[in-house]
Each structure stands twice: as C-alpha cells, then as structure tokens.
C-alpha cells in the first residue's frame, strides 16, 4: 500500500514538474526587463515568410528582449532588417537601403551600436514566379551589395561599431568593384570558390540538386557519375569541381576547429559539424581566424584539391584583431544566419539547458545541431561588446 501511494506520489511530482516548468520559464522570459540595443540588419534573400534567412538572429534578439531605441519594441523577424520583403500572389516589396539618402543612412548608423548583413545573394525570377525550372538559373531581381551597403558600412566603421557579415554578402551577383571595395576596407579576399554538402548527388534521387549545377558539370565532364554524398565547389566562373564520399572524402561534411582561446571564452563547440554553404577566403594581417574549416579528404581528395586550387583548411570565423583601433568586425565564412529553427522557443527563459532535445547528436547533417553548438554562443561572443 505504502508502495502503491509513493508512485501515485512520484506521478504528481513528475506531472506538475513538466507542467509548471514551460510555464515558469515563460514568465521569467515575460517579466525580464528588455533592453534597448540598436541593430541593422541586412537580408537580401528572404523567399518565403518563414524568414529562415535570418530567424536565427531574430530568435537571439527576441530570446534577449532586445529593443529597438526609436521604438522600445521588441525586433520582429517580418519586419525589423533592409532587404527583400516577400508578399502574397507573387507580390514582393524591395526595402533594402538602396534609394536612401546620405541623411538616412547616418541617422541609421547613428541609431545603430551593430550592423549584420546575414544575405545579400537576392532573389531570381524562377524560384520566385515559380515559372520553369527553379533549380535553373534565371534574371536577377534584387541582391548584391550597392553603393548604400558600402556607405553605411564605412560610417559604422569608422567609430568603432561591430559589423558581421557572413556567406553570401560579396560573392555573386555583387559587382567587382564593390566586393573590391568590401575586401580593401576589412582585409579579406574571396577566392573565388563556394561549397556545400550534399547528402546525395544521386540526381535521381535528390531534387533539390540545382540544375545550374549539374549543367555545368555535364559541360565540363560529359558525364555525372556521383551516387553518394559529397561537397560540391562552385568557382565565379561557373566551374564546378566535386568530391565524393569514399574515394575522395572520408565523411561528406566540413568539420569546424576553433582555437582553444574563443572556445572558452565563447562556449562554442571545439570542433563542430557544418553543413550548408561556405566561401573560402583568404585574410590579410589585420584579421584573426578564430576557426577553421577542414575538409575531411583521403590522399586522392588531397590530390584532386591541390588540383583545383582548393584549400583542404581554410577560415571559417574571421574577427579583426582586437589592437587595432577600429569597429569590431567579424566574418562568418558560411550560411549561418540560415537554420530551420522553432521561433517559439525563444519565449522560454533557460531553453539552451534543454537544447540537446531539439536536435539529433548522431546526425552530421542536422543544421539545428550548427544553431545550438556554435551559432547561438558565436552570437553572444560576438553581440555582448
């Protein structure tokens, strides 16, 4: 008997520990005083409203009760950045920082203590009138840096405000002269080269391979002989070089290494899986890699790579070097900004302590993995200055 009312107790306790806990983290996150932080954001490549491009910095924000200083509002992920902003029927509205005045743009960076340019990539006519093949390449609608990204960037430099840009904010379609610009004013160089992994290069297998992607493949080579995974490079000329598991890779996903240094004074993972896009950049000497991509190669992959002119460890988190009497700034070699995250959960005060249950350990591929392993302490690292 006495057993029995021990579990019927042990049941209550467990019943209302699950169910008051949601709730008390709620209502700590509730009445926590919000705190006004100014920040732009720039996001070119928002195809839909689900805002994946940059949900993950708006999570952080709201997580955080940032505020804007003009407002006192909480940033909202549909409304709060300069770029692309999609509508219902195919309509759409450009609301980048193009077209503004010198004026605007300083009462911008006057109002603003940080500058995040999470996409400047853009939208193409296919994958957004859904007319033809949307894997194919097609007309430019917006994207790219313009000579306002670069004003406003100048004017939050020069008195000592921190900027983040990562993959896609020089590469195509940004024109040459400015992404030379870009690349003189923060001491870095694109190579050239993009990449990604691919869980299948299976054509038949996989639809979302981009069709641009295997045309130039076939141009080049003839033929496609890929069936597993692999990482696929993209060079600005449309050259395409591929690497498949088994021959040329031991695993099919860059792994990132940071230095001992910033994994502990970050929290971010020392070594971490990473699986979407990358460019690979070259620094200058007034910028630090804080991380570094590694290709996972076999002997033949090292071969092939000294081939193409591909780096098998390049930077992947690059940051000014903190004795130089400038902004902050920091580069993000990668898609970062970009992970299919539950914005819900950025309403419960203390949910990173339960972060291991949204996301799967044994999956190298899972991009929510990347969101609560690295992204989100790189963010504090980067935003508590």
Not at 14 to 26: A, G, H, K, Q, Y
Not at 110 to 116: I, V
Not at 174 to 199: C, D, H, M, P, V
Request: charged share 25%; glycine share 6%; net charge neutral.
């Amino acid at each position: 008997m006495k057993l029995a009312w021990f579990f019927v107790w042990l049941f209550r306790i467990v019943f209302f520990t699950v169910l008051l806990t949601p709730l008390i983290m709620f209502l700590v996150w509730f009445f926590k005083p919000g705190q006004e932080r100014g920040i732009a954001i720039v996001d070119k490549t928002v195809l839909d409203q689900k805002f994946e491009e940059h949900e993950s910095l708006f999570w952080y924000l709201n997580y955080h009760k940032w505020k804007h200083p003009l407002t006192g509002k909480r940033y909202k992920a549909a409304q709060d950045y300069f770029g692309f902003f999609p509508e219902k029927d195919n309509k759409y509205q450009t609301r980048g920082l193009e077209g503004k005045s010198r004026q605007e743009l300083d009462s911008i960076a006057l109002h603003s203590t940080y500058l995040y340019i999470t996409d400047s990539y853009g939208i193409y006519h296919n994958e957004w009138y859904k007319e033809g093949d949307d894997k194919e390449r097609s007309a430019h609608l917006y994207g790219g840096l313009s000579d306002e990204d670069l004003y406003l960037l100048q004017r939050m430099d020069e008195p000592g405000k921190t900027i983040i840009s990562e993959f896609n904010t020089i590469a195509n379609p940004t024109k040459a002269e400015y992404r030379a610009s870009f690349e003189s004013q923060f001491g870095l160089k694109w190579t050239g080269w993009i990449g990604r992994n691919f869980e299948s290069l299976d054509t038949v297998k996989n639809k979302e391979l981009p069709r641009w992607l295997i045309n130039n493949y076939l141009k080049q080579y003839g033929q496609w002989p890929f069936k597993q995974s692999g990482i696929v490079f993209v060079n600005e000329s449309d050259r395409i070089e591929i690497l498949e598991k088994g021959k040329a890779l031991k695993e099919s996903v860059p792994l990132i290494y940071t230095h001992k240094k910033f994994v502990e004074s970050s929290g971010v993972d020392a070594s971490l899986y990473y699986p979407f896009w990358f460019d690979i950049m070259e620094i200058g000497p007034e910028l630090e890699a804080l991380a570094y991509y590694h290709l996972p190669t076999t002997p033949v992959g090292d071969s092939l790579l000294a081939s193409y002119g591909i780096p098998y460890l390049f930077p992947a988190v690059m940051r000014r070097k903190e004795n130089r009497d400038k902004a902050a700034f920091y580069y993000l070699a990668g898609d970062f900004c970009d992970n299919p995250i539950t914005m819900k959960r950025s309403y419960f005060k203390g949910i990173t302590f339960f972060s291991e249950f949204y996301y799967d350990q044994t999956d190298n591929t899972d991009r929510q993995t990347f969101f609560w392993r690295y992204y989100l302490p790189l963010l504090d690292a980067m935003l508590k200055r």
